[in-house]
């Protein structure tokens, strides 16, 4: 079957950097996706990867492995507003996608 | 402003009623999902839509269906609610196969 896996919850410190880290086995790979998703709203696009590596935006980078079927998303300098959920969802051979059940990222001051 | 709009926001609805949630996007995008988000469940698809005139099952279709009539709606309706419906509704658009999602801002749906 197919499946990801991501922390349930994490903590970090306001000013701090946190990695998110996403596992995934699936019927093939077209790409990776990232989401924030602040409670009681709805997901936004953080970040895509299809090739192996780091993609840098800002404050926020997200890293793949396809090999591994790993990706990590990087959150630097952390405000209270990065608290959210973080979901990782990969689009498969049949381009359709594959969620996780999101991170829930607790910034304290 | 442009973007995907659903409706209603919330509604509380009785079991056995049926109920016929609205999303309507303007991006021109071809391809529409629903998807239903439970705690601790993430993201699960229940119908979509890659073009106009066309639908598809999704991970959880059972107690669910939608129509595709133009580009731009892609309504889902629940023929006879149950309790186990109680969940948020999120409609999505995109426009290639590996483009981002455009996400509404969800239907919070109780069904008592």
């Known amino acids: 079957g197919q499946n990801i896996d991501q922390p349930t919850e994490m903590t970090a410190t306001e000013g701090a950097i946190v990695q998110i880290n996403c596992t995934y086995q699936?019927?093939?790979?077209?790409?990776l996706f990232w989401y924030q998703q602040h409670a009681g709203e709805a997901p936004t696009f953080l970040s895509y990867?299809?090739l192996d590596g780091l993609e840098e935006k800002g404050r926020f980078s997200s890293f793949l492995s396809r090999s591994k079927g790993y990706s990590y998303l990087l959150l630097k300098e952390l405000q209270m507003k990065d608290s959210a959920s973080y979901l990782c969802?990969?689009?498969?051979?049949?381009?359709?996608?594959?969620w996780g059940a999101g991170t829930k990222l607790i910034i304290k001051p | 402003i442009a973007g995907i709009t659903q409706a209603p926001t919330s509604q509380i609805l009785a079991a056995g009623r049926r109920m016929t949630l609205r999303c309507t996007q303007d991006?021109?995008?071809?391809?529409m999902y629903w998807y239903r988000q439970d705690l601790g469940l993430g993201l699960r698809l229940i119908h979509y839509?890659?073009?106009?005139?066309?639908?598809g099952k999704g991970e959880v279709p059972d107690g669910y269906s939608v129509s595709r009539a133009n580009t731009d709606d892609f309504p889902l309706t629940l023929a006879s609610a149950v309790p186990s419906q109680t969940s948020v509704y999120f409609c999505?658009?995109?426009?290639?196969?590996?483009?981002?999602?455009?996400f509404g801002n969800g239907t919070r749906l109780t069904v008592t």
């Open positions: 990867n299809v």
């Open positions: 699936t019927s093939g790979f077209n790409g």
């Open positions: 969802a990969v689009l498969d051979s049949n381009y359709q996608l594959i």
């Open positions: 839509s890659n073009t106009a005139g066309t639908t």
């Open positions: 999505a658009s995109s426009d290639r196969d590996n483009s981002p999602l455009h």
């Open positions: 991006m021109r995008h071809n391809a």
